[in-house]
């Protein structure tokens, strides 16, 4: 076959020199190698102190999205549930009653809404599923826990902070987000 | 302090000074795990054990307080006693070298003069290596007494090597002591510190053979083929479990100290600093800083260890064999000839 490059070399089988043999010389050099990497730069990032910056497009934790006013937005149609490949979104849909408009957006919320975090496999299609905008993507992941039943994140977990009663934990979920 | 026609003096003198020693090299020996570890994750571009304390520096006490909480387990086909013996023997003979090594010049204390040096006996070298030797008999009863064939496969390795490396050992000392004509470690660092020249000078090939056999007596890599992590399982340590791996870990790293401090005495003029004339200062002020001058020359000796394990790969079987007794050997006896007709032509 024709190389592609013109990095190829034949393999030197040629008989070792003396000093070849006496290895005490490659070793030195070899020692030299290690040595001068006492003074490169480590690639660690120190996790907990220090945190890797994820990319704008980063696929992480669920949130479950409100409007201006605080309202739940999402209205349990189950299209995500539908879209998601590991089916790990369950959900159980309740009616709104009078005096509950302030609490949700449509006349149909979701009395449960539930992600199993170690079924899904993040791959976004709920979001794009959404039609309410209700579901998103953070730029985060499900920390450690101790538990199976700790990565079933329900709607406490999910939902944002209220932005007209909690306005100040909201902005700081985002400053921590973005 | 004579009572009995007996200077109890020397007695306290003498086990304050072992006190401080064994201690001494066992906090050494603890920190050099650490050592061991930084130094490693250095060479590979990576930060190393920075959790516990600061810098991590607490590493050592952490490890050595969940080695002592495991649990000690015993396999039930193991020789009981012998099982328990081994690291206990392996331990002492490591820590038994310590009591030549000539740690300083003399210091004077409440108008004693005192000998920084556990035993300043005439066939110091000579007992240094009766005790080396013993320290194979601690691998090889923990491998045979763990009833494991990988174990004793391992023991059966060590005892080789360790026969095989330290015939060149001390072929390349007899060249040494030709010249210093005393076998006493005191004697002999004296000559160097009186002397112009380190042994070194007079010994680069016997050096060079000595402390390629001295990582193989240590179980160094390139030579740490009885523990073998990758084809016996961490050979004879394997069934062993809490403090008792505890021991041979810890042997292992006083042993390295130890065979450190021999050479900086032995080659590298001991507790010498050069180009400082220890008459101008006060003589307890010179043993100081004679003492810390040996630290120094033994931390650079353990720095070289760990950078010569991080570097380069283990022997086979065969190389280790055949660098041994068909390279080593006749390389320490022709520094032996070569000596012997340079002090014949008086040179």
């Known amino acids: 076959m024709q190389p592609l490059t013109n990095k190829a070399q034949a393999v030197n089988r040629a008989p070792m020199t003396f000093w070849e043999r006496l290895y005490l010389i490659n070793i030195i050099k070899g020692m030299f190698i290690t040595f001068s990497h006492m003074f490169k730069k480590q690639p660690t990032t120190r996790y907990p102190e220090e945190k890797r910056a994820f990319s704008p497009v980063f696929r992480g934790l669920h949130v479950l999205n409100r409007d201006e006013e605080g309202r739940e937005r999402c209205t349990a149609c189950g299209l995500c549930a539908v879209a998601c490949p590991a089916e790990a979104i369950t959900m159980e849909a309740a009616e709104r009653q009078t005096g509950e408009e302030h609490l949700y957006r449509e006349e149909k919320y979701a009395a449960k809404y539930e992600i199993n975090m170690l079924r899904c496999i993040f791959c976004g299609l709920c979001e794009e599923a959404c039609p309410k905008d209700a579901i998103y993507l953070s730029e985060t992941f499900a920390p450690a826990n101790y538990t199976r039943k700790g990565f079933i994140y329900g709607k406490p977990d999910l939902l944002i902070p209220n932005p007209v009663t909690e306005a100040s934990d909201l902005a700081l979920a985002r400053g921590v987000e973005a | 302090?004579?009572?009995?026609?007996?200077?109890?003096?020397?007695?306290?003198?003498?086990?304050?000074?072992?006190?401080?020693?064994?201690?001494?090299?066992?906090?050494?020996?603890?920190?050099?795990?650490?050592?061991?570890?930084?130094?490693?994750?250095?060479?590979?571009?990576?930060?190393?054990?920075?959790?516990?304390?600061?810098?991590?520096?607490?590493?050592?006490?952490?490890?050595?307080?969940?080695?002592?909480?495991?649990?000690?387990?015993?396999?039930?086909?193991?020789?009981?006693?012998?099982?328990?013996?081994?690291?206990?023997?392996?331990?002492?003979?490591?820590?038994?070298?310590?009591?030549?090594?000539?740690?300083?010049?003399?210091?004077?204390?409440?108008?004693?003069?005192?000998?920084?040096?556990?035993?300043?006996?005439?066939?110091?070298?000579?007992?240094?290596?009766?005790?080396?030797?013993?320290?194979?008999?601690?691998?090889?009863?923990?491998?045979?007494?763990?009833?494991?064939?990988?174990?004793?496969?391992?023991?059966?390795?060590?005892?080789?090597?360790?026969?095989?490396?330290?015939?060149?050992?001390?072929?390349?000392?007899?060249?040494?002591?030709?010249?210093?004509?005393?076998?006493?470690?005191?004697?002999?660092?004296?000559?160097?510190?009186?002397?112009?020249?380190?042994?070194?000078?007079?010994?680069?090939?016997?050096?060079?053979?000595?402390?390629?056999?001295?990582?193989?007596?240590?179980?160094?890599?390139?030579?740490?083929?009885?523990?073998?992590?990758?084809?016996?399982?961490?050979?004879?340590?394997?069934?062993?479990?809490?403090?008792?791996?505890?021991?041979?870990?810890?042997?292992?790293?006083?042993?390295?100290?130890?065979?450190?401090?021999?050479?900086?005495?032995?080659?590298?003029?001991?507790?010498?600093?050069?180009?400082?004339d220890e008459s101008t200062v006060a003589p307890n002020i010179a043993a100081m800083i004679g003492v810390g001058t040996l630290l120094i020359k033994i931390v650079l000796f353990i720095f070289l260890f760990m950078w010569i394990r991080w570097t380069i790969p283990r022997f086979r079987y065969d190389q280790l064999m055949n660098l041994g007794w068909k390279t080593m050997i006749p390389l320490a006896l022709f520094n032996l000839l070569i000596t012997g007709a340079l002090i014949l032509a008086n040179l």
């Open chain 2, 1 to 276: 302090m004579t009572i009995l026609a007996f200077d109890w003096g020397l007695v306290i003198e003498k086990l304050i000074l072992i006190a401080v020693v064994v201690f001494g090299s066992l906090g050494i020996a603890l920190y050099t795990t650490f050592g061991e570890r930084k130094v490693a994750a250095i060479l590979q571009d990576r930060p190393g054990p920075n959790r516990a304390g600061p810098f991590g520096l607490l590493q050592p006490l952490a490890d050595g307080i969940k080695l002592i909480m495991k649990e000690e387990i015993i396999p039930t086909a193991a020789n009981k006693w012998l099982f328990i013996l081994g690291p206990g023997l392996a331990m002492t003979a490591s820590l038994m070298t310590c009591a030549v090594i000539p740690w300083g010049s003399d210091i004077e204390l409440f108008g004693r003069k005192i000998a920084l040096q556990i035993a300043d006996i005439n066939i110091g070298i000579l007992y240094v290596f009766a005790v080396v030797s013993m320290g194979v008999y601690g691998i090889m009863i923990g491998g045979w007494a763990s009833n494991n064939k990988f174990s004793l496969m391992s023991s059966l390795r060590a005892a080789s090597q360790a026969i095989s490396y330290e015939l060149a050992m001390g072929l390349a000392l007899i060249a040494l002591l030709m010249t210093t004509e005393s076998l006493s470690l005191k004697t002999i660092v004296e000559q160097q510190v009186q002397g112009s020249w380190w042994n070194i000078v007079y010994q680069p090939l016997g050096f060079l053979l000595f402390f390629i056999a001295a990582l193989a007596e240590c179980n160094r890599t390139p030579f740490d083929l009885p523990e073998a992590e990758n084809e016996l399982n961490f050979g004879y340590h394997q069934e062993y479990s809490s403090m008792k791996l505890g021991f041979y870990l810890f042997a292992e790293y006083i042993n390295m100290i130890m065979s450190s401090a021999i050479m900086a005495s032995m080659y590298f003029g001991g507790y010498d600093l050069p180009f400082f």
